[in-house]
Protein backbone atom coordinates (compact mmCIF):
# COMPACT_ATOMS: atom_id res chain seq x y z
CA UNK A 1 0.00 0.00 0.00
CA UNK A 2 2.10 2.70 -1.15
CA UNK A 3 -0.85 4.96 -1.80
CA UNK A 4 -2.49 7.82 0.27
CA UNK A 5 -5.18 6.85 2.79
CA UNK A 6 -7.76 8.76 4.28
CA UNK A 7 -10.10 8.55 7.00
CA UNK A 8 -13.33 10.20 9.13
CA UNK A 9 -15.00 9.54 11.93
CA UNK A 10 -18.87 10.72 11.86
CA UNK A 11 -21.92 10.17 14.15
CA UNK A 12 -22.15 9.85 18.02
CA UNK A 13 -19.29 9.61 20.13
CA UNK A 14 -18.17 6.36 22.11
CA UNK A 15 -15.55 5.41 24.60
CA UNK A 16 -13.61 3.42 21.57
CA UNK A 17 -13.49 5.18 18.14
CA UNK A 18 -10.38 6.44 18.15
CA UNK A 19 -9.61 2.71 18.88
CA UNK A 20 -10.45 2.24 15.07
CA UNK A 21 -9.14 5.03 14.43
CA UNK A 22 -5.70 4.03 15.75
CA UNK A 23 -6.23 0.73 14.26
CA UNK A 24 -6.65 2.41 10.74
CA UNK A 25 -3.43 4.41 11.23
CA UNK A 26 -1.05 1.61 13.00
CA UNK A 27 -2.35 -0.74 10.27
CA UNK A 28 -1.91 1.49 7.40
CA UNK A 29 1.60 2.62 8.67
CA UNK A 30 2.73 -1.24 8.69
CA UNK A 31 1.48 -1.78 5.11
CA UNK A 32 3.90 0.86 4.16
CA UNK A 33 1.36 3.86 3.01
CA UNK A 34 2.13 6.84 2.10
CA UNK A 35 0.24 10.10 3.49
CA UNK A 36 -2.46 9.06 6.31
CA UNK A 37 -4.76 12.07 6.24
CA UNK A 38 -8.01 12.55 8.42
CA UNK A 39 -10.77 14.42 7.89
CA UNK A 40 -12.04 16.96 10.23
CA UNK A 41 -15.48 16.26 11.32
CA UNK A 42 -15.86 13.76 8.87
CA UNK A 43 -17.70 14.51 5.36
CA UNK A 44 -18.81 18.14 6.52
CA UNK A 45 -15.27 18.82 6.73
CA UNK A 46 -14.01 17.27 4.02
CA UNK A 47 -16.44 19.32 1.77
CA UNK A 48 -15.13 22.24 3.34
CA UNK A 49 -11.48 21.19 2.40
CA UNK A 50 -10.65 20.56 6.29
CA UNK A 51 -8.22 17.55 7.12
CA UNK A 52 -4.75 17.07 8.56
CA UNK A 53 -1.82 15.10 7.87
CA UNK A 54 -2.36 12.45 11.05
CA UNK A 55 1.61 11.85 11.44
CA UNK A 56 2.28 15.22 12.17
CA UNK A 57 0.18 14.06 15.47
CA UNK A 58 0.28 10.51 16.15
CA UNK A 59 4.68 10.65 16.30
CA UNK A 60 5.09 7.64 18.01
CA UNK A 61 3.61 4.57 19.86
CA UNK A 62 2.56 5.78 22.98
CA UNK A 63 0.28 8.38 20.99
CA UNK A 64 -0.89 5.14 19.60
CA UNK A 65 -2.17 3.75 23.30
CA UNK A 66 -3.11 7.18 24.28
CA UNK A 67 -5.52 7.29 21.61
CA UNK A 68 -6.83 3.97 21.83
CA UNK A 69 -7.69 5.29 25.43
CA UNK A 70 -9.36 8.51 24.48
CA UNK A 71 -13.12 8.54 24.21
CA UNK A 72 -15.25 10.69 21.36
CA UNK A 73 -13.87 11.42 18.19
CA UNK A 74 -10.08 12.81 18.22
CA UNK A 75 -10.84 14.18 14.45
CA UNK A 76 -14.38 15.61 15.33
CA UNK A 77 -17.22 14.20 14.33
CA UNK A 78 -20.17 15.17 11.79
CA UNK A 79 -24.11 14.24 11.73
CA UNK A 80 -24.10 15.38 8.22
CA UNK A 81 -26.58 13.71 5.25
CA UNK A 82 -25.00 13.44 2.03
CA UNK A 83 -27.46 14.47 -0.52
CA UNK A 84 -28.27 11.66 -3.65
CA UNK A 85 -25.75 11.83 -6.48
CA UNK A 86 -29.09 12.81 -8.43
CA UNK A 87 -30.11 15.53 -6.24
CA UNK A 88 -26.87 17.23 -5.45
CA UNK A 89 -23.80 15.69 -8.47
CA UNK A 90 -21.66 18.72 -7.77
CA UNK A 91 -21.56 17.28 -3.82
CA UNK A 92 -19.86 14.32 -5.09
CA UNK A 93 -17.40 15.74 -7.70
CA UNK A 94 -16.34 18.05 -4.94
CA UNK A 95 -15.34 15.12 -2.49
CA UNK A 96 -13.83 13.18 -5.95
CA UNK A 97 -11.73 16.55 -6.46
CA UNK A 98 -10.58 16.79 -2.97
CA UNK A 99 -9.65 12.52 -3.21
CA UNK A 100 -7.69 13.73 -5.88
CA UNK A 101 -6.16 16.47 -5.01
CA UNK A 102 -4.50 14.84 -1.84
CA UNK A 103 -3.91 11.30 -4.13
CA UNK A 104 -6.38 9.33 -1.83
CA UNK A 105 -6.61 6.01 -2.99
CA UNK A 106 -8.36 4.26 -0.26
CA UNK A 107 -10.92 6.43 2.21
CA UNK A 108 -12.14 5.15 5.34
CA UNK A 109 -15.68 5.94 7.68
CA UNK A 110 -15.99 5.31 11.34
CA UNK A 111 -19.69 5.46 11.79
CA UNK A 112 -22.97 3.59 12.56
CA UNK A 113 -25.82 2.97 9.98
CA UNK A 114 -26.30 6.27 8.73
CA UNK A 115 -22.61 6.95 8.60
CA UNK A 116 -22.44 3.83 6.84
CA UNK A 117 -24.83 5.10 3.49
CA UNK A 118 -22.47 8.04 2.99
CA UNK A 119 -19.97 4.66 2.41
CA UNK A 120 -23.02 3.16 0.52
CA UNK A 121 -23.71 6.77 -2.00
CA UNK A 122 -19.68 7.25 -2.48
CA UNK A 123 -19.39 3.49 -3.68
CA UNK A 124 -22.61 4.07 -5.74
CA UNK A 125 -20.75 6.93 -7.48
CA UNK A 126 -17.83 6.11 -7.84
CA UNK A 127 -19.09 2.68 -9.71
CA UNK A 128 -21.30 4.82 -12.06
CA UNK A 129 -18.63 7.19 -13.13
CA UNK A 130 -16.35 4.36 -13.20
CA UNK A 131 -13.70 5.67 -10.74
CA UNK A 132 -11.99 2.35 -10.14
CA UNK A 133 -8.45 3.86 -8.71
CA UNK A 134 -10.56 5.14 -5.38
CA UNK A 135 -11.96 2.72 -2.76
CA UNK A 136 -14.46 3.34 0.13
CA UNK A 137 -14.58 1.50 3.36
CA UNK A 138 -16.76 1.34 6.13
CA UNK A 139 -15.75 0.68 9.70
CA UNK A 140 -18.52 0.33 12.47
CA UNK A 141 -19.07 1.91 15.54
CA UNK A 142 -22.10 3.08 17.76
CA UNK A 143 -22.99 2.30 20.94
CA UNK A 144 -26.32 1.79 20.02
CA UNK A 145 -25.69 -1.51 19.00
CA UNK A 146 -27.95 -1.39 16.06
CA UNK A 147 -26.08 -2.49 12.63
CA UNK A 148 -27.22 -5.24 10.75
CA UNK A 149 -24.86 -7.67 10.34
CA UNK A 150 -22.26 -7.39 12.80
CA UNK A 151 -22.56 -9.73 16.10
CA UNK A 152 -22.40 -6.54 18.01
CA UNK A 153 -20.67 -2.65 17.70
CA UNK A 154 -17.63 -1.48 19.00
CA UNK A 155 -18.70 0.95 21.24
CA UNK A 156 -21.27 -1.30 22.96
CA UNK A 157 -19.50 -3.19 25.33
CA UNK A 158 -17.87 -0.11 26.83
CA UNK A 159 -20.96 1.47 27.43
CA UNK A 160 -23.10 -1.73 28.24
CA UNK A 161 -19.81 -2.40 30.88
CA UNK A 162 -20.16 1.36 32.51
CA UNK A 163 -24.12 1.10 32.17
CA UNK A 164 -23.57 -2.23 34.33
CA UNK A 165 -21.34 -0.71 37.01
CA UNK A 166 -23.26 2.53 37.38
CA UNK A 167 -26.57 0.61 37.74
CA UNK A 168 -25.06 -0.98 40.56
CA UNK A 169 -24.12 2.47 41.70
CA UNK A 170 -27.58 3.86 41.79
CA UNK A 171 -28.49 1.02 43.29
CA UNK A 172 -26.63 0.67 46.31
CA UNK A 173 -26.94 4.84 46.92
CA UNK A 174 -30.51 4.48 46.78
CA UNK A 175 -30.50 1.54 49.40
CA UNK A 176 -28.54 3.44 51.50
CA UNK A 177 -31.37 5.96 52.36
CA UNK A 178 -34.51 4.43 52.31
CA UNK A 179 -34.84 3.25 56.00
CA UNK A 180 -38.43 3.24 56.89
CA UNK A 181 -38.89 5.58 53.57
CA UNK A 182 -39.29 4.96 50.05
CA UNK A 183 -37.85 5.96 47.10
CA UNK A 184 -38.43 5.54 43.15
CA UNK A 185 -35.27 6.02 40.75
CA UNK A 186 -35.97 6.12 37.27
CA UNK A 187 -32.38 6.03 35.12
CA UNK A 188 -32.55 6.74 31.53
CA UNK A 189 -30.76 5.19 29.02
CA UNK A 190 -29.31 5.88 25.15
CA UNK A 191 -30.48 3.81 22.20
CA UNK A 192 -33.01 5.14 20.61
CA UNK A 193 -34.76 2.57 18.91
CA UNK A 194 -32.52 0.05 20.09
CA UNK A 195 -33.06 -1.17 23.74
CA UNK A 196 -29.33 -3.30 23.81
CA UNK A 197 -27.77 -0.14 26.21
CA UNK A 198 -31.41 0.07 28.19
CA UNK A 199 -31.04 -3.83 28.78
CA UNK A 200 -27.17 -3.72 29.77
CA UNK A 201 -28.46 -2.10 33.22
CA UNK A 202 -29.50 -6.08 33.86
CA UNK A 203 -25.79 -6.75 34.26
CA UNK A 204 -25.99 -5.03 37.64
CA UNK A 205 -27.70 -8.22 38.80
CA UNK A 206 -24.86 -9.87 40.57
CA UNK A 207 -24.03 -11.99 43.94
CA UNK A 208 -23.97 -8.63 45.48
CA UNK A 209 -26.98 -6.67 43.90
CA UNK A 210 -30.07 -6.75 43.02
CA UNK A 211 -30.01 -5.52 39.75
CA UNK A 212 -33.47 -3.19 38.81
CA UNK A 213 -36.40 -3.92 39.76
CA UNK A 214 -38.34 -3.30 35.73
CA UNK A 215 -36.27 -2.81 32.47
CA UNK A 216 -38.38 -0.96 29.57
CA UNK A 217 -37.10 -0.99 26.45
CA UNK A 218 -38.37 0.99 23.35
CA UNK A 219 -39.01 -1.94 21.02
CA UNK A 220 -42.23 -2.46 22.88
CA UNK A 221 -44.95 -0.18 23.18
CA UNK A 222 -45.14 1.99 27.04
CA UNK A 223 -48.21 0.87 28.80
CA UNK A 224 -48.20 3.96 31.69
CA UNK A 225 -50.94 2.42 33.67
CA UNK A 226 -50.06 -1.07 33.46
CA UNK A 227 -46.31 0.33 34.33
CA UNK A 228 -47.94 2.06 37.47
CA UNK A 229 -49.54 -0.73 38.78
CA UNK A 230 -46.40 -2.94 38.89
CA UNK A 231 -44.78 0.27 40.83
CA UNK A 232 -46.96 0.14 43.42
CA UNK A 233 -46.80 -3.53 43.86
CA UNK A 234 -43.16 -3.32 44.68
CA UNK A 235 -43.58 -0.21 46.73
CA UNK A 236 -45.34 -2.64 48.81
CA UNK A 237 -42.00 -5.18 49.01
CA UNK A 238 -39.58 -3.04 48.97
CA UNK A 239 -38.44 0.77 50.07
CA UNK A 240 -36.29 1.44 47.14
CA UNK A 241 -37.44 0.74 43.84
CA UNK A 242 -34.45 1.08 40.68
CA UNK A 243 -36.32 1.33 37.03
CA UNK A 244 -34.56 1.59 33.50
CA UNK A 245 -35.98 3.07 30.75
CA UNK A 246 -34.85 3.56 27.68
CA UNK A 247 -34.86 7.57 26.23
CA UNK A 248 -36.95 6.12 23.14
CA UNK A 249 -39.56 4.82 25.05
CA UNK A 250 -43.05 5.20 22.96
CA UNK A 251 -46.56 4.93 24.26
CA UNK A 252 -48.71 2.80 21.66
CA UNK A 253 -50.15 5.45 19.44
CA UNK A 254 -46.32 6.35 18.96
CA UNK A 255 -45.64 9.24 20.97
CA UNK A 256 -42.04 9.24 22.58
CA UNK A 257 -43.15 9.25 26.40
CA UNK A 258 -40.44 12.10 26.91
CA UNK A 259 -42.84 14.29 24.40
CA UNK A 260 -45.35 13.78 27.04
CA UNK A 261 -42.56 16.38 29.32
CA UNK A 262 -41.08 19.32 28.16
CA UNK A 263 -38.35 17.95 26.17
CA UNK A 264 -37.05 20.40 23.01
CA UNK A 265 -37.82 20.13 19.37
CA UNK A 266 -34.76 19.25 18.19
CA UNK A 267 -34.39 16.86 14.98
CA UNK A 268 -30.72 16.06 13.70
CA UNK A 269 -30.20 16.13 9.82
CA UNK A 270 -31.30 12.68 9.55
CA UNK A 271 -34.85 13.44 11.38
CA UNK A 272 -33.79 12.70 14.76
CA UNK A 273 -35.95 14.17 17.23
CA UNK A 274 -33.39 14.73 20.53
CA UNK A 275 -34.20 12.10 23.08
CA UNK A 276 -34.59 13.84 26.66
CA UNK A 277 -36.43 13.82 29.84
CA UNK A 278 -37.91 10.73 29.98
CA UNK A 279 -37.03 9.46 33.08
CA UNK A 280 -37.77 12.99 34.49
CA UNK A 281 -41.49 13.22 33.12
CA UNK A 282 -42.04 9.42 34.79
CA UNK A 283 -40.18 10.87 38.07
CA UNK A 284 -43.05 13.54 38.54
CA UNK A 285 -45.46 11.37 37.44
CA UNK A 286 -44.53 8.42 39.82
CA UNK A 287 -43.59 10.99 42.73
CA UNK A 288 -47.50 12.67 41.97
CA UNK A 289 -49.29 8.58 42.15
CA UNK A 290 -47.14 7.15 44.17
CA UNK A 291 -46.39 10.12 46.87
CA UNK A 292 -42.67 9.45 47.78
CA UNK A 293 -40.03 11.00 47.10
CA UNK A 294 -38.50 10.25 43.35
CA UNK A 295 -35.15 10.23 41.29
CA UNK A 296 -34.55 10.70 37.55
CA UNK A 297 -31.18 9.57 36.71
CA UNK A 298 -29.88 10.31 33.05
CA UNK A 299 -26.57 9.03 32.22
CA UNK A 300 -26.56 10.87 28.97
CA UNK A 301 -23.45 11.60 27.47
CA UNK A 302 -21.27 9.63 30.28
CA UNK A 303 -22.36 6.51 28.80
CA UNK A 304 -21.18 7.07 25.39
CA UNK A 305 -17.43 8.18 26.59
CA UNK A 306 -16.74 6.61 29.83
CA UNK A 307 -13.15 5.38 28.59
CA UNK A 308 -11.90 4.93 32.41
CA UNK A 309 -14.25 2.25 32.25
CA UNK A 310 -14.03 1.12 28.80
CA UNK A 311 -14.06 -2.67 28.18
CA UNK A 312 -10.65 -4.28 26.72
CA UNK A 313 -12.55 -6.87 24.48
CA UNK A 314 -14.24 -3.82 23.26
CA UNK A 315 -10.63 -1.81 22.70
CA UNK A 316 -9.33 -4.69 21.30
CA UNK A 317 -11.95 -5.06 18.98
CA UNK A 318 -12.72 -2.07 17.71
CA UNK A 319 -8.98 -1.90 16.43
CA UNK A 320 -9.16 -5.05 14.90
CA UNK A 321 -11.92 -3.76 12.76
CA UNK A 322 -10.32 -0.63 11.80
CA UNK A 323 -7.04 -2.94 10.86
CA UNK A 324 -8.87 -5.36 9.12
CA UNK A 325 -10.68 -2.49 6.62
CA UNK A 326 -7.15 -1.10 5.86
CA UNK A 327 -6.23 -4.30 4.74
CA UNK A 328 -9.77 -5.86 2.77
CA UNK A 329 -9.25 -1.92 0.82
CA UNK A 330 -5.38 -2.72 0.38
CA UNK A 331 -6.71 -6.20 -1.62
CA UNK A 332 -9.26 -4.25 -3.48
CA UNK A 333 -12.73 -4.10 -1.87
CA UNK A 334 -14.71 -1.19 -1.62
CA UNK A 335 -18.37 -0.30 -0.75
CA UNK A 336 -18.30 -2.57 2.11
CA UNK A 337 -17.90 -2.47 6.18
CA UNK A 338 -16.33 -4.92 8.32
CA UNK A 339 -18.22 -7.17 10.57
CA UNK A 340 -17.36 -8.50 13.96
CA UNK A 341 -18.55 -12.61 14.11
CA UNK A 342 -18.58 -14.62 17.49
CA UNK A 343 -16.96 -17.35 16.83
CA UNK A 344 -17.23 -18.76 20.32
CA UNK A 345 -18.81 -17.49 23.78
CA UNK A 346 -16.53 -19.59 26.22
CA UNK A 347 -13.87 -19.05 25.93
CA UNK A 348 -14.98 -15.96 23.98
CA UNK A 349 -13.50 -15.52 20.78
CA UNK A 350 -14.20 -13.37 17.69
CA UNK A 351 -13.16 -12.52 13.97
CA UNK A 352 -13.65 -10.19 11.78
CA UNK A 353 -16.10 -10.89 8.71
CA UNK A 354 -17.03 -8.60 5.79
CA UNK A 355 -20.27 -7.22 3.97
CA UNK A 356 -21.96 -5.40 1.79
CA UNK A 357 -22.53 -1.76 2.79
CA UNK A 358 -25.99 -2.29 1.01
CA UNK A 359 -27.02 -4.69 3.38
CA UNK A 360 -26.08 -2.51 6.47
CA UNK A 361 -26.88 1.30 5.81
CA UNK A 362 -29.53 2.69 7.11
CA UNK A 363 -30.80 -0.55 8.52
CA UNK A 364 -31.56 -1.16 12.33
CA UNK A 365 -30.77 -4.30 14.53
CA UNK A 366 -33.18 -4.16 17.56
CA UNK A 367 -33.54 -6.53 20.51
CA UNK A 368 -35.15 -9.93 19.40
CA UNK A 369 -38.88 -10.09 21.69
CA UNK A 370 -37.59 -13.49 22.97
CA UNK A 371 -34.59 -12.14 24.89
CA UNK A 372 -37.18 -10.02 27.17
CA UNK A 373 -39.76 -11.35 29.59
CA UNK A 374 -43.52 -12.32 28.58
CA UNK A 375 -44.59 -8.55 29.58
CA UNK A 376 -41.69 -6.78 28.59
CA UNK A 377 -40.35 -5.73 31.37
CA UNK A 378 -36.88 -7.39 32.05
CA UNK A 379 -34.58 -8.87 29.74
CA UNK A 380 -33.43 -12.42 29.40
CA UNK A 381 -30.87 -14.83 30.88
CA UNK A 382 -29.92 -14.94 26.78
CA UNK A 383 -29.36 -11.49 27.14
CA UNK A 384 -27.72 -11.07 29.61
CA UNK A 385 -25.24 -13.83 28.44
CA UNK A 386 -24.80 -12.32 25.00
CA UNK A 387 -23.59 -8.83 26.75
CA UNK A 388 -21.36 -10.38 29.46
CA UNK A 389 -18.37 -11.36 27.23
CA UNK A 390 -18.08 -8.28 25.30
CA UNK A 391 -17.42 -5.65 28.99
CA UNK A 392 -14.91 -7.99 30.12
CA UNK A 393 -11.24 -6.60 31.06
CA UNK A 394 -9.57 -3.11 30.90
CA UNK A 395 -7.16 -0.76 29.81
CA UNK A 396 -6.17 1.39 32.58
CA UNK A 397 -6.32 5.08 31.20
CA UNK A 398 -3.28 6.69 31.35
CA UNK A 399 -3.09 8.90 34.27
CA UNK A 400 -1.61 12.30 34.50
CA UNK A 401 -2.07 14.04 37.98
CA UNK A 402 -4.60 11.99 38.91
CA UNK A 403 -6.91 12.56 35.83
CA UNK A 404 -6.93 10.63 32.48
CA UNK A 405 -4.36 11.97 30.33
CA UNK A 406 -6.09 12.46 26.72
CA UNK A 407 -4.73 12.69 23.37
CA UNK A 408 -6.02 16.12 21.43
CA UNK A 409 -5.89 18.12 18.63
CA UNK A 410 -5.31 21.39 18.71
CA UNK A 411 -4.36 21.44 22.03
CA UNK A 412 -4.27 25.26 23.23
CA UNK A 413 -3.54 26.87 26.68
CA UNK A 414 -6.34 29.03 26.91
CA UNK A 415 -7.11 29.61 30.41
O1 LIG B 1 -25.44 7.81 18.19
C1 LIG B 1 -25.92 7.18 19.28
C2 LIG B 1 -26.56 8.06 20.30
O2 LIG B 1 -25.74 8.04 21.40
C3 LIG B 1 -28.00 7.63 20.62
O3 LIG B 1 -28.07 6.61 21.55
C4 LIG B 1 -28.59 8.90 21.11
O4 LIG B 1 -29.99 8.92 20.94
C5 LIG B 1 -27.94 9.90 20.24
O5 LIG B 1 -26.67 9.41 19.93
C6 LIG B 1 -27.81 11.26 20.85
O6 LIG B 1 -27.15 12.07 19.96
P1 LIG B 1 -26.79 13.58 20.18
O7 LIG B 1 -25.66 13.64 21.15
O8 LIG B 1 -26.41 14.07 18.82
O9 LIG B 1 -28.02 14.24 20.74
Request: with cysteine.
Amino acid sequence: MAHNIIVGQSGGPTSVINSSLAGVFATAKELGAGKIYGMRNGIEGLLEERYIDMTEYIKNSMDVEILKRTPSSFLGSCRFKLPTAEKSPETYEKIIAVLRKLDIQHFFYIGGNDSMDTIKQLSEYAKAKNITDITFMGVPKTIDNDLALTDHTPGFGSAAKYIGASTKEVIRDAQGLTYKKSMITIMEIMGRNAGWLTGATALARTEDCDGPDLIYLPEVPFDIDKFLVKVKDLLKKKSSVVIAVSEGIRLADGRYVCELGSSGDYVDAFGHKQLAGTATYLANFLAAECGCKTRAVELSTLQRSASHMASRVDIDEAFMVGGAAVKAADEGDTGKMIVIDRVSDDPYMAKTGIYDVHRIANEEKVVPRNWMNKDASYVTKDFVDYISPLIQGDYQPIMVNGLPRHLVLNLKKKR
